[in-house]
Every structure is written in structure tokens, then in C-alpha cells.
């Protein structure tokens, strides 16, 4: 049996390689992400290569509503949604009296309102079949406080203590619920974010979309609910927890400084 998943972001980095993934798995896809022109070119290529059925649904889903638009037209179609991947996502960099309040509302709204509508309405009907997976993508950024990137890690904060609470309760009803929390990861994100300078990236060798995809994907499959890529990743994780916050501000500060 051919399971649909439901992929965001699904242009590019970590989005686009679970969608691959998912179609070698010989699953069918519905992928959203906000350019027509590339989920064209990317449904043209999964489809022959895999022989899946890929639909495409361009949206913009830092805009209010959209989750809602994508979950009637989904409905609409008479497909059922076996994996939701909530992949899409985006950061900014600054002192937060200094950064543009447009792009952190569309940030708020994509990255937090977006991934909980779409949970929502999605996850309510795989607890009426007991089965599906969700995956949400958090970050490292959720373990800590984030001075220069305060509401982005704020918003990961969120994603990850949402997936950990609704996991508990779902797991009652047949469906996995995970949050993937990758490092920094060579996409597009670093630029977006105006990150390139910072001494979390500067001349470091991050890990690859495809790397990072593969092991949130098993992740999910197995039915673990906080999966941290990497080791170093998962020693930061645990070790700057045990630290003052205080403290951990002042050294995740010092890392996404630009470097001089």
C-alpha cells in the first residue's frame, strides 16, 4: 500500500531531500512550497524517476490562511495523508530592536502558526484511521536561549515543546509524532538568515540536506520523538542544558557573532 506524504519547504534543502527519500520508498507525495516553476521541474523528475504520483500545491504559508487553503484542497482532492512533514521554515539575524518586524511576523507565522494548523488538521484525521507520522522541524536552536536569532530560536523552542507534548497524547491513537533538530546544515537557510558571517558557520563543514533528511526520516519510522542529528549537535544539546541560562546565552552569543 502506497502511503501519501504531505511535504513543506519542499523546494529545497531538508524539504526537497525528505520528499526524495519518501518517493524512493515508492510513496506518493503532495508537496508545497511558494514557486510553481521549481515544485513543476521537481514533480516532473520524482514522477519518472520513481513512478510515484507527485501533486503540487504552491503556497505561501507565512500568509494567514493558507494551511486551511492547503487542507481543503487536499480534501477536496480525496487524498488521505499518511506522513506530514513540516519542513518549512526560515530565520533572521540581528539585535532584535534592529531586525525588520514584517519578516519575524512571517517567520512567527510560518515556522509556529503554519506547522500547528497544519498538525491540527491533518493529525485529527489520522487519529480517526489510528495511523500516521508527522515530523517537525525544529532545530538545535530549540535547546537554548538565542541572542542574535531571539525569536527564531524562540520559535524552535515552541516547535519542539509542541511535538513532545502532542507525541505523548497521540501515541494513545496510533500516530508518531517527531521533531528532527539538525545543526547548521548546508541549504539556503544560512543566506536567508544573513548568517553566512557568523562564527556558528564561517569555514565550518556543515552537514548535507540529504544527510540530515535521511536520519529525521528513519527517525520518525522508528518512533523517536526528539531526534538530534549529529554528535556534536547532541553534546551541545545535553551539556549547554545543564548550564545557567545566563550562561548559555552569553556562549551561544559568542558563536553566532560575525567573525572578524
Avoid at 512550497?33 to 521541474?41: E, G, H, N, P, Y
Avoid at 493558507?66 to 506530514?84: K, M, P, Q, T
Avoid at 524552535?156 to 509524532?177: C, M, Q, R, S
Avoid at 556534536?232 to 553566532?256: C, E, H, I, Y
Amino acid at each position: 500500500m502506497k502511503h501519501t506524504a504531505l511535504v513543506t519547504g519542499s523546494s529545497g534543502g531538508i524539504g526537497l531531500e525528505i520528499a526524495k527519500i519518501h518517493a524512493e520508498n515508492g510513496g506518493d507525495l503532495i508537496l508545497v512550497a511558494r514557486s510553481t516553476t521549481k515544485l513543476k521541474a521537481i514533480r516532473e523528475n520524482l514522477e519518472s524517476k520513481y513512478g510515484v504520483s507527485v501533486e503540487i500545491l504552491p503556497k505561501d504559508l507565512s500568509i494567514p490562511d493558507a494551511a486551511e487553503e492547503i487542507y481543503h484542497d487536499v480534501s477536496d482532492r480525496g487524498i488521505e495523508v499518511d506522513f506530514l512533514m513540516n519542513c518549512a521554515g526560515f530565520g533572521d539575524y540581528g539585535y532584535f530592536h534592529e531586525t525588520n518586524w514584517e519578516k519575524e511576523e512571517m517567520m512567527i507565522n510560518l515556522n509556529m502558526l503554519a506547522l500547528t494548523q497544519l498538525t491540527k488538521l491533518f493529525g485529527r484525521k489520522m487519529i480517526s484511521r489510528r495511523y500516521g507520522h508527522i515530523m517537525n522541524v525544529a532545530s538545535t536552536a530549540a535547546f537554548f536561549p538565542g541572542p542574535l536569532m531571539s525569536v527564531y530560536y524562540a520559535t524552535k523552542h515552541y516547535v519542539l515543546a509542541f511535538t513532545e507534548g502532542i507525541a505523548n497524547e497521540w501515541a494513545d491513537f496510533g500516530v508518531k509524532v517527531s521533531a528532527l533538530c539538525p545543526g547548521p546544515t548546508a541549504t539556503g537557510f544560512q543566506v536567508a538568515a544573513e548568517l553566512e558571517g557568523s562564527k556558528l558557520v564561517k569555514g565550518r563543514k556543515l552537514a548535507t540536506p540529504e544527510e540530515v533528511a535521511r536520519f529525521g526520516y528513519r527517525s520518525l519510522l522508528d518512533g523517536r520523538i526528539v531526534a538530534v542529528h549529529g554528535f556534536t549537535n547532541k553534546l551541545l544539546s545535553v551539556t549547554f542544558g545543564l548550564l545557567p541560562d545566563a550562561v548559555t546565552a552569553k556562549l551561544v552569543r559568542n558563536m553566532q557573532e560575525r567573525s572578524r
